[in-house]
C-alpha cells in the first residue's frame, strides 16, 4: 500500500525556517517524481514545487522561487522542502503528493495527509 | 503561466440530481487534465485524468470531458458520500490548480 506521512510542520516566525520531511512507503520512490502542494487555511490549492526520480529536474512556483528548496534522498524514501524567509502567506497545510510517473505530463495520484506551517510573531 | 477557472464556485444539489463542473485554461493544454475531490480535512483524491479517464476505484458515475481549454466533471446522480469540493488541475505545463467548486446539498 502507497504511504506517504509528512512531518516537520509547526509554528515559525516571519523570516524563519522549518524543514519539512515526506516518509514514502509502498512502492519505489526513486522511479518517482514527487511534489509539493500547500492549501492555505480555507483555500485552494497550490502547486508549490517538484523534483524529478533522480532530482535531475527541479521546479517552482513564483510565490517560493529563491526562498524554498526541494531535495529527495532515494536511500531514505524520503521528500524534503526546506523553507527559508517563511512570510505569513506561506501558512498553510503542505501535501506531499506523487506523480503517477517520472517527468512531464503525469497528474498526482497519490497523497500524505498534510502538514500544518503557521508563519505567526 | 497558464490559469485554470473553474464555474460555479458554488453549486447547490440534492441526492439524485446530474451535476457539471467546467474547468477553463488560459491556454490549450491538450487533455492534460485531472479532477480531484477534497473533503474537509482530508487530502484531496484524484478521480479523473487525462481529461476522460476514470481513475481506479471510483464510481463510474463521475466522468470527465473535454480537450484543449474547456472540460467538464459530470456526477450522473450526486449521492450523499460526494457532497465535497472539486478541483481540476493541468499538467500541460507545469501544474497549476482551479479555485474549486464547492458542492453542498440543497
Known amino acids: 500500500e502507497v504511504q506517504l506521512v509528512e512531518s516537520g510542520g509547526g509554528l515559525v516566525k516571519p523570516g524563519g525556517s522549518l524543514r519539512l520531511s515526506c516518509a514514502a512507503s509502498g512502492f519505489t520512490f526513486s522511479s518517482y517524481s514527487m511534489n509539493w502542494v500547500r492549501q492555505a487555511p480555507g483555500k485552494g490549492l497550490e502547486w508549490v514545487s517538484s523534483?524529478?526520480?533522480?532530482?535531475?529536474?527541479?521546479y517552482y512556483a513564483d510565490s517560493v522561487k529563491g526562498r524554498f528548496t526541494i531535495s529527495r534522498d532515494n536511500a531514505k524514501n524520503s521528500l524534503y522542502l526546506q523553507m527559508n524567509s517563511l512570510r505569513a502567506e506561506d501558512t498553510a497545510v503542505y501535501y506531499c503528493a506523487r506523480d503517477r510517473g517520472d517527468g512531464y505530463n503525469y497528474e498526482f495520484d497519490y497523497w500524505g495527509q498534510g502538514t500544518l506551517v503557521t508563519v505567526s510573531s | 503561466d497558464i490559469q485554470m477557472t473553474q464555474s460555479p464556485s458554488t453549486l447547490s444539489a440534492s441526492v439524485g440530481d446530474r451535476v457539471t463542473i467546467t474547468c477553463r485554461a488560459s491556454q490549450s493544454i491538450s487533455s492534460w487534465l485531472a479532477w480531484y475531490q477534497q473533503k474537509p480535512g482530508k487530502a484531496p483524491k484524484l478521480l479523473i485524468y487525462k481529461a476522460s479517464s476514470l481513475e481506479s476505484g471510483v464510481p463510474s458515475r463521475f466522468s470527465g470531458s473535454g480537450s484543449g481549454t474547456e472540460f467538464t466533471l459530470t456526477i450522473s446522480s450526486l449521492q450523499p458520500d460526494d457532497f465535497a469540493t472539486y478541483y481540476c488541475q493541468q499538467y500541460n505545463s507545469l501544474w497549476t490548480f482551479g479555485q474549486g467548486t464547492k458542492v453542498e446539498i440543497k
Open positions: 523534483i524529478s526520480s533522480s532530482s535531475s529536474y527541479i
